[in-house]
């Protein structure tokens, strides 16, 4: 069986680095706020070319605390794409902010930029861009909005750690970036983890706090906060990844160009690319009429694949309030997805068989 990703072999290649720095924080016997969270955070910062970052618990809160920290809640909208993983919603409504859906463009799958205009209102206080897949968003048009109606930009960046817009990463693409460190994420922990990146010194201190049960110096509270932390062993785990991280994203380049090069199927449509450097190959999603037939052929002859994602948000049982909206774009999408496997780990062998598999379909 070829794995879609098979996380103990990722993780593996680092045994020794992880047994060896876990050690030494048991014989520190310190878990939080210390020094391991000190230098993770310091060096994603810079491998995202911002100013500062703050570790949380995962990616959901790192999106909320952004949120939470400008300010916006109960009447506010925040324009956010359609088509995204169901987390970059929930961190709108959980502060009773009103997400307003836009579609996606159909050849990037990230939102298109085109359609936020007409969506804006007096009421909006914000875009949040999701680079979807690995891909970064096309920036000018949403700087340009932003600008126009005094906006803030959030990135959801869970899928793209290390893709780039214009020779800018991500996480530095926007007034506030989000990460998530889930296992399966191109920079993943061995458990939860997210954080959130920004150059602006006043929010970075308002989502250290927040995240910190409010407090800016111990037993000091100035605002009613939460519990949302990076431990020090997910931050150790991290910061050993983190020096892989662009080997591992040019290996998933190189997959992602095999499987786009020989991949010859009248059936089948493949990503499309507008820079080599702002895909990062998260997931490696091709569009086909009969998702579930490609996907049963493929399991047949041992190929594993998930569907990123099934059901759009909007069609989704906690958003029955929008039963009735229709999005197409998003929905097509949603309809045809398939994600082929692709990883660090993947041996050239089956790389190979994936082609042949899926060429013979
Ligand atoms: C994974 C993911 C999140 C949430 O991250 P968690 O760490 O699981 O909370 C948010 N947005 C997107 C697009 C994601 O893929």
New binding site residues.
Partial sequence: MVDFLNLGKINNRFRNEIDNRIKTILDKGWYLQGEENEKFTSDFAKFCGCKYCVGVA????A?NLIIRAYGFGVGDEIIVPAN??I??ILAISQNGCTPVLVEPDINTYNINPDLIEEKITDKTKAIMV?H?YGQAVQMDKIWELAKKYNLKVIE?S??AHGAMYNGRNTGNLGDAS?F???PG?NLGCMG???CVTTNDENLYKKVKAIANYGSDKKYHHIYKGVNSRLDEIQAAVLDIKLKYLTKDNEKRREIAKYYRENIKNSKIILPKVYSEDAHVWHVFVVRTENRDKLQKYLKENDVQTLIHYPTPPHKQGAYSEWEKFSYPVCEEIHRTVLSLPISPVLTDDEIIKVVEVINKY
């Avoid at 995962?58 to 809160?61: A, P, S, V, W």
């Fill in positions: 995962n990616g959901l809160d999106l995204t993983y987390a970059s999701v979807l959801d869970a899928q989000g998530s460190f889930y994420k939860d983890g997210g």
